[in-house]
Every structure is written in structure tokens, then in C-alpha cells.
């Protein structure tokens, strides 16, 4: 009988806390951003890069090349040079690499690219470090596992 009411008030205390918006058994995505902000803010440290500014969301960058002309929307269609590493410069992959520019919808590509992308011009070029929230998140990809901050060098050939 015991064992039956400190089950039944477990019970309650979890349906309670779950009709006040509160779900025990899901992924705290504010704390892996926090997580990601002190793991890129160290990295920037270590490197001694101090020329990095970031976004309200998380994306440290740096433009090399702000390029000519107008800005990429997110209905344009991109040409792209880019290189995918991790902060410890191991590479996942790169165009570059394959001598082949990708073409893409840049609504069609992870959030960090979509915000990272328009920051460029014809031309320009850039670093971006992407918070695992605007990349894959929990999800592992291929070769990329689950909340992986990614860095990438772009290179915005071209725009329609």
C-alpha cells in the first residue's frame, strides 16, 4: 500500500509539472547553448582570435571579404566554395576539396548557414562558428555527432 501512494504522488507531481509547460524527459535546449557559447568562447581564447564578433543566436564570425554588391536573401539561390571542420580543425568536408562550388536554396540549409550566408556579398568571404542548435543538434549526421559545433570558411561565389 506504501509503495502504491508514493507512486501515485510521483505521478501527480510529473502530470502537474507537465500541464505547466514543464516536459522532465526533454532535451534542455538552453542549457546545450549554453554549453556551446562557453566551448566556442574558450576555443576563441586559446586561439587568441579576439577579431570575432557574434549574433543575437549564438554564431561567432569573422568576415575576411564582405564582397561586392547586394546582399543574398533567403529565396536566392547560392553558389558556394565552403570548408567544414570541428573546433579541433578536424575537416568533414569541403567543396573546395572537390574543386565543385555547391549550389543550394539557402532556405534550404541548416540555420546557421541561412543567417551566416547573407552576411556576405558576391565575393565575400568568411568563418563562421555554428552552435550545434543551428546546425544539427542532438542529431548525429554522417560524420557529424549529435551537438557538434561547426566551423566553416565560406566563400559566396555567386547568387540569383
Known amino acids: 500500500m506504501k509503495n502504491i501512494t508514493i507512486l501515485t504522488i510521483l505521478l501527480t ?3 502537474s509539472a507537465c500541464k505547466q509547460g514543464y516536459d522532465p524527459l ?12 562557453k566551448i566556442i568562447l574558450d576555443y576563441l581564447a586559446k586561439e587568441n582570435l579576439t577579431n570575432f564578433k557574434n549574433t543575437e543566436s549564438g554564431i561567432y564570425y569573422l568576415i575576411e571579404n564582405e564582397g561586392e554588391g547586394e546582399h543574398p536573401k533567403t529565396s536566392s539561390r547560392i553558389k558556394a ?8 580543425g578536424e575537416k568533414f568536408d ?3 576539396d572537390r574543386g565543385q562550388p555547391l549550389s543550394f536554396e539557402l ?11 547573407p552576411m556576405l556579398k558576391k565575393g565575400g ?3 563562421f ?7 544539427y543538434g ?3 549526421r554522417g560524420r557529424i555527432p549529435a551537438n557538434s559545433i561547426l566551423v566553416f570558411d565560406i566563400e559566396l561565389i555567386d547568387f540569383q
Request: net charge negative; glycine share 12%; charged share 20%.
Open 81 to 88: 566554395h565552403y570548408t567544414g571542420t570541428f573546433l579541433n
Open 26 to 37: 526533454a532535451f534542455d535546449e538552453n542549457s546545450q547553448q549554453q554549453k556551446d557559447n
Open 13 to 15: 507531481i510529473i502530470f
Open 107 to 117: 532556405g534550404g540549409v541548416i540555420k546557421g548557414w541561412g543567417e551566416s550566408i
Open 94 to 96: 569541403s567543396s573546395v
Open 138 to 140: 542532438s542529431m548525429d
Open 125 to 127: 568571404k568568411g568563418k
Open 129 to 135: 562558428l555554428i552552435p550545434s542548435n543551428l546546425a
